[in-house]
């Protein structure tokens, strides 16, 4: 693999990264309601998820994925049914966002670091995308192995950095939270984006 070659992956991989999606949503959710320290359990689980899609990807699941309109639904709607499970939940929660930062959160960090898991890990639209785009940067005459392995901790990388930005960002923002009407917002405003995550993943199709 090239330096340009994994220079124009990297570009790529932020793009994709930065753009908003559940990811994000649950980084700055959690990041507003229990704050940045919390908000890295979260995240680690955000990056597991991608590896793991990577792995999935890697073994030819997400080609079967991509090919069987069967298997992509199944997995479309098991995440589309959890996205929508966490914005009903999320827009249900009540109470004032504490700023003393040294109580501990309202749910158990497993508890944190798995809902960030099964974020990733339910995103067909995810999988598809790497379907689709690491084969264009895969030399099938060097061993694949290593380049599977460098753009796969290139984009955890990246998706760690990026979400540690979100996660900080939510956290500034938090100081205007001192409320219950402004936490109920808050809630609101996150459960309809999880909501709306899901519904996206609804009308989803397979490329």
Do not use: C
């Not at 908003?20 to 979260?42: D, E, R």
């Not at 939270?177 to 899901?198: C, D, L, P, T, Y």
């Amino acid at each position: 693999m090239t330096l340009e070659v994994w220079l124009t992956y990297l570009i790529a991989g932020i793009v994709l990264s930065v753009s908003p999606g559940a990811g994000a949503v649950n980084t700055m959710s959690n990041g507003m309601s229990y704050g940045f320290k919390y908000s890295l359990i979260s995240i680690l689980g955000l990056q597991l998820g991608l590896a793991l899609q990577f792995v999935l990807v890697g073994i030819g699941l997400g080609a079967i994925v991509a090919q069987s309109a069967l298997a992509f639904s199944i997995i479309k709607w098991a995440g589309v049914a959890y996205l929508i499970y966490l914005g009903i939940m999320k827009f249900r929660q009540r109470g004032a966002f504490d700023l003393n930062a040294h109580n501990e959160p309202k749910v158990p960090p497993f508890t944190l670091f798995a809902k960030a898991v099964l974020v990733n890990v339910t995103n067909p639209k995810s999988i598809v995308f790497l379907v689709a785009l690491l084969p264009q940067f895969i030399n099938p005459q060097a061993p694949q192995a290593l380049q599977f392995t460098i753009l796969g901790l290139t984009s955890v990388g990246v998706d760690l950095l990026v979400m540690l930005g979100y996660a900080l960002l939510a956290t500034q923002l938090a100081v205007f939270i001192r409320s219950e009407k402004h936490m109920r917002f808050q809630n609101r405003v996150f459960g309809g984006m999880f909501i709306g995550a899901g519904s996206l993943l609804a009308v989803a199709t397979p490329k």
